[in-house]
């Protein structure tokens, strides 16, 4: 009794694996059907819905599952099934035995093979390469499939492309080769174009902007963007992206207002789930803000999950409002090293006109007459002539409007004005109008991203229509979260 006790124990993991693997068959497999009938009935619907159950099976993935799989969809001997299994690692003996055996069950593929289950094919092996970290292999089954892609001219394969495109991408950027596939990049967008394929367009932008800005080619990325078709955004994934594109190409071209809008918009509109790329995002605008002039609240700097990474930039700010150049340069040393990572050293570099000019507001707040050196003294000027230096940046300060009041030359002081009573100015008013206009854009914005079923006007939607319905808006908010965390 006790060694049947332990041969059942023995036993139980291994055939978990193989009821893991068999239900993971079993769903491709369901995949490969849907992708079948919305190949057949041209519904880009049930592409998009096979790609979204694809995301939620990609963690389940191996190496023999893929296999088999291929031996399903692929007619065995074909060119794309012996190059796609060239990728593909081979299991071991038992779980290929388990796999055969599920799907010699089930019935041959039929002879004519659909373009978008090939399509696919390609798409769920890249998915497997990359996380697995195998690049290289990566970089060549991407480039296959974008070869394939080329010959293939069908609307329903825009999903999936639209996929390929950004793996094919995300493939040579992490071996450091993205500068090779620009040209093709810009021929496919130029394709996407003619084809009218907005999808592929909005994502081709968005990689071919990534590419440049990876490069520093800003001035390149602006024709780009400023020439390129424009259209209502398709996918929410890819319209943060170009916001986040624009904002940051914006920020170096010193136009702040606009990036300001475009960075707080795309960290607003990103899923929950991204959250590397909600903190790129806050970074960026936390330093617009700045260079604005402005001290973000100190909530931004306490989201959850993003204290450690913010942190950096919360003891910036810090020194920022305090007007402490000294405060300002330690921080700056600290986390140099964090800083070029995040490829926004140039921009700090910036800020130390802000620190000098919020030092300079402190001072005329707190004293209504100082000397020009003791201004100097304040704000800890390190140069040859402090006194000359602080005239200067007093009178800039002045001519800019920055604070109210006037220099005596003559005897080498700082002449604050009286502050005034700023309700009886248009400055609240303007304030007002700035945030009923950003309410206002939001709710258009929201109005115009409602979804509603197609002809509801022209005829009545069947009850079997009705229930298929109600079960993709199940497994839609099911896998989104997936989906977004894939995305990003």
Sequence with gaps: MTQDVEMKDNNTPSQSVISSSTSTMQHLKEIATLIDTGSYTKEVRRIARAVRLTIGLRRKLTGSVLSSFLDFALVPGSEAHSRLSS?????????????????????????????ELEIYCYFIVLLFLIDQKKYNEAKACSSASIARLKNVNRRTIDVIASRLYFYYSLSYEQTGDLAEIRGTLLALHHSATLRHDELGQETLLNLLLRNYLHYNLYD??????????????????????????????????????????????AARKAPIAALGFRIQCNKWAILVRLLLGEIPERSIFTQKGMEKALRPYFELTNAVRIGDLEL???????????????????????LRHNVIRTGLRNISISYSRISLPDVAKKLRLNSENPVADAESIVAKAIRDGAIDATIDHKNGWMVSKETGDIYSTNEPQTAFNSRIAFCLNMHNEAVRALRFPPNTHKEKESDEKRRERKQQEEELAKHMAEEDDDDF
């Design 87 to 115: 990728f593909v690692p081979k299991g071991d003996e038992h779980d290929m035995e388990v796999d055969t055996a599920s799907s010699a069950t089930q019935a041959a593929p039929s002879k004519h093979l659909p373009a």
């Design 220 to 265: 390149q990325a602006e024709k780009l963007r400023s020439k390129a078709p424009r259209f209502e955004a398709h996918s929410n994934q890819q319209f943060c992206r170009y916001l986040f594109y624009l904002g940051k190409i914006r920020t170096i071209q010193l136009e702040y207002t606009d990036a300001k809008e475009s960075l707080l918009q």
């Design 328 to 350: 300002f340069r330690t921080v700056q040393e600290k986390f140099l090293d964090t800083f070029s990572q995040d490829r926004t050293h140039n921009l700090i570099v910036r």
